[in-house]
């Protein structure tokens, strides 16, 4: 089991800028060092792992400790005067339980969990609603006693006459269903007096933990939405809170009124405002998840939350949120002024066990270094942070079409859900998980990942698979700088100007419209652009306009979903914009942008491409020089050739230029490789690669307005045929005839009509 991760405040940093580093460490003692990554892979098969010592100001021993992560999204408003000699309350909101049974949550709280005292709405041990109230030694817990349904709307309330000692609870479903009694009241008379008042904050979705190492601790976290809190400092009648319910009340209940939160301001931000003119606003910590519908949507009246607020006025709250893993910092680095751009990890090593936290250096704004550009995908990385696809899901083997090897950052990470999701994960509610944050370790974007060897090919992903590209560059000694697509979303082309040509990755999927847009003018204004992938450009993102580090996606309508967001929950709550596939939004499918767009996935054998009609066109002259061979690529790190895993296909009803050319094309493929779900409007036979024509990736080629051009290989696995016998094969030769000319300063120019 791991006793050693770590994160740092940022990924990409200029010559000159600080990257605090946070280390878990459970050992006395451990060593840090720095290393640029050339090649990740430990593939037998793969050329030499290779991390190139950087001397560090940080090199040296450090001592251990143990960090850990609260986990767990929550409301907080502090406001202790909110209850000041207040001789009763009621508290309220409509609510929508998503664990019912799980265990005593809190609603509305103002509980203090280490003193044992407090008041709070809570959802009892048996699923209904309930009020708890305890001085420390007295403690009294009244419920209805009627377990809610899991995802369906109720109204929630309770009351205390401290004179009296009278608790009442409500419990009151918005839908009722024959046979399902989910419906009550309850009341008690309980010691008078009980003296629960304390010190902590004032809580929606939890109850205060306290603090650890200044980080805000949730305890009883709830799973589910709320919407309209109310609080009042008088015992009120079942009529006057359902009065409350609205966004309009009687002057005489607005006395009493001591705090009335509206979700639905500042959807996009961190903030909860209160509405009953006492000021008492609040912020959401560890970003549960807003722009969601609350109970009174109806979608009538449109599915953006812009258009109608009042209907998105809930918060989904998880008790697995996490946005900040909050962890104190064990040292900074400086970035030297005349440190290269590239790839880096901080190497911590102790006992045996190494782990790496990997950063970016970047050059200094608007001074490249190179005219040659990678274009470190992090948001990418980001949206499969963590993933848990080898414990979450009972069937992925039989997606994958292979036994599935479990490694032991993924056995750490199914026992420590702490550390947060990946977008393709679920809640523990199960709900999508919308947001995923890089301020916590990232176990899987670091060099030596496992890859899942298994009893067949490599099937690596992502980060390793990446440095097939940058050792391939390195081989045939070209220079090049390192950005990141988070640089291109702050930036946009302001930040690719300065290149003459970029490389992706091989799995660009996630894109924002900044980062589209900035691709775009790159390549229209004589750019060039090679995209070393597959299933790039793919789904819509969202980043933060204040909080560093986070992106949103909405799986709206269409395509290969881990998950699907409800109705009215397509719209990114940080922007307001449509989520989902690029290919909905408009002229902005892969196609228009790189010639291909995704086509068929399928995670066991990848099969070579064969020389298409375009190879002879003279336009492509270029890239086929010196190349006789008819097959291409019939061997590779990843699946055993250069086309697998996720495929891309030229277009032109889809939007790929009609000009470009397809060089070569795949097949045949297994029929574990199957055509994507949003090209087919019908379930037919015949949709798999052993028999659909349309399961195959296409090596495209065409030119863009101002001397630019664009070649895409439409290939997740294509990378992994690069370093192939040393580097020395037609999959490596034909790429380095596409780089050499891009690298020339001449024009391309457009064909004639």
């Not at 629960?196 to 650890?212: I, Q, R």
Request: hydrophobic content about 35%; proline content about 6%.
């Amino acid at each position: 089991m791991l006793k050693i991760t770590g994160y740092a405040d940022r990924v990409s940093a200029v010559p000159g800028s600080i990257i605090r580093f946070m280390i878990n460490c459970e050992y006395p003692n451990y060593r840090a060092s720095v290393v640029r990554v050339v090649q990740g892979d430990t593939a037998a098969e793969a050329p030499p792992v290779k991390l190139v010592p950087v001397p560090s100001a940080i090199d040296g021993r450090y001592p251990g400790r143990h960090q850990v992560i609260h986990a767990g999204s929550f409301g907080r408003i502090d406001c202790n005067d909110i209850f000041s000699n207040s001789p009763s309350l009621s508290l309220q909101a409509m609510i929508m339980p998503t664990t019912p049974i799980k265990s005593r949550q809190a609603i509305i709280s103002k509980w203090d969990e280490v003193a044992g005292r407090g008041i709070a709405m809570v959802i009892a041990p048996d699923g209904s609603i309930g009020i708890e109230i305890s001085d420390g030694i007295t403690h009294k817990l009244v419920s209805v006693g009627k377990p809610m349904l899991a995802k369906h709307w109720y109204f929630a309330a309770v009351t205390y006459d401290t004179e009296s000692g009278r608790a009442c609870v409500y419990q009151e479903p918005q839908h009722q269903f024959p046979t399902i009694d989910d419906g009550g009241s309850a009341s008690s008379v309980l010691p008078s007096g009980i003296a629960w008042e304390n010190s902590a904050p004032l809580l929606f979705a939890a109850s205060w933990g306290g603090e650890d190492a200044g980080r805000m601790v949730g305890r009883a976290l709830y799973n589910g939405k709320i919407d309209r809190p109310r609080i009042s400092v008088a015992n009120l009648p079942l009529a006057d809170l359902q009065a409350l319910r609205g966004d309009r009340w009687a002057e005489r209940l607005s006395g009493t009124l001591a705090g009335a939160w509206d979700f639905s301001r500042d959807i996009s931000g961190i903030r909860i405002d209160d509405v009953s003119g006492r000021g008492r606003d609040g912020v959401v910590v560890n970003m549960p998840t807003r722009g969601v519908t609350g109970h009174n949507f109806t979608g009538e009246d449109g599915l953006c939350w812009k258009q109608k607020p009042e209907q998105w006025s809930a918060i989904h709250f998880h008790d697995d949120d996490v946005y900040d893993a909050g962890w104190l910092a064990d040292f900074s680095l400086t970035i030297p002024e005349n440190m290269k751009s590239g790839i880096y990890a901080v190497r911590i090593e102790a006992e045996g066990e190494e782990q790496f936290v990997t950063f970016v250096v970047r050059p200094a704004r608007g001074k490249p270094t190179s005219k040659l550009a990678f274009l470190f995908p992090l948001a990418t990385y980001m949206a499969y942070a963590n993933e848990h696809f080898g414990t979450n899901d009972g069937l992925v083997e039989l997606h994958l079409n292979r036994a599935l090897v479990l490694h032991p950052h993924q056995q750490f990470l199914n026992e420590h859900r702490e550390y947060g999701h990946s977008l393709y994960d679920l809640h523990s509610d199960g709900s999508g998980v919308y947001y995923s944050s890089r301020l916590r370790p990232v176990l899987n974007l670091r060099p030596k990942v496992e890859a899942n060897h298994g009893a067949g090919p490599s099937h690596l992903w992502l980060f390793n698979a990446d440095t097939h590209i940058t050792s391939w560059l390195e081989n045939f000694e070209q220079e090049y700088d390192v950005i990141t697509d988070e640089d291109l979303h702050e930036e946009g082309c302001e930040l690719l100007s300065g290149y003459r040509t970029v490389v992706t990755a091989t799995h660009p999927e996630y894109y924002s419209k900044e980062m589209w847009d900035g691709v775009q003018r790159f390549t229209n204004s004589g750019g060039r652009l090679i995209y070393l992938g597959g299933n790039g450009f793919y789904w819509r993102i969202a980043y933060h306009s204040t909080q560093p580090g986070i992106i949103e996606v909405r799986r709206a309508e269409g395509g290969s979903r881990a998950w699907e967001p409800p109705t009215g929950e397509y719209y990114h709550s940080f922007t307001g914009e449509y989520g989902g596939l690029w290919r909905r939004q408009g002229n902005r499918s892969p196609n228009h942008l790189v010639g291909v767009g995704f086509t068929a996935q399928g995670f066991d054998q990848s099969s070579p491409y064969r020389r298409a009609a375009g190879a002879s066109d003279p336009r492509a002259a270029f890239i086929m020089a010196g190349i006789d061979d008819e097959i291409l690529g019939d061997f590779g790190l990843t699946g055993g050739g250069a086309a697998g895993m996720e495929l891309d296909r030229h277009d032109v009803s889809i939007g790929s230029p009609p000009h470009s050319l397809v060089v070569a094309s795949s097949g045949h493929h297994t029929e574990a490789h199957v055509f994507v779900v949003e090209d087919m409007l019908f379930n037919f036979m015949g949709s798999t690669g052993d028999v659909c024509d349309k399961v195959r990736a296409d090596l495209v080629f065409f030119e863009t307005p101002n001397g630019g051009a664009v070649f895409s290989v439409g290939s997740i696995a294509y990378s992994g045929s690069l370093p192939w016998n040393n580097f020395d094969n037609n999959i490596s030769r034909l790429t380095l005839n596409v780089l050499r000319r891009f690298m020339d300063p001449a024009p391309f120019p457009m064909p004639a009509t």
